[in-house]
């Protein structure tokens, strides 16, 4: 097996600056800039602009699509009401 082939696995912080959250993980991600943690080490942090802190679908904020208004808006604006053509075979 070749040696130095593997990236360099460390621990990272990341975070969400939107949200104003950080988790302490492993990673290969690297950066210059770092962060004192909780536990009195500094580690690399990685600013990301999304997160399971800040993403509609994990927070609950997600809009929900409705299906049947969205035809029913669309046959209101254009209307569609199933019937066809008024001009076929009337020739």
Do not use: C
Request: aromatic share 10%; net charge negative.
């Amino acid at each position: 097996m070749q040696q130095d082939k593997q990236p360099d696995y460390h621990a990272v912080v990341f975070r969400d600056r939107s949200a104003g959250y950080a988790f302490l993980t492993r990673s290969t991600a690297t950066s210059e800039r770092t962060i004192e943690w909780d536990d009195g080490e500094t580690y690399p942090v990685v600013d990301v602009e999304i997160s399971s802190e800040s993403h509609p679908f994990y927070t609950g904020k997600a809009r929900t699509v409705d299906s049947e208004g969205r035809v029913a808006q669309f046959e209101r604006r254009y209307g569609g009401g199933g019937q066809g053509s008024d001009g076929a075979g009337n020739a």
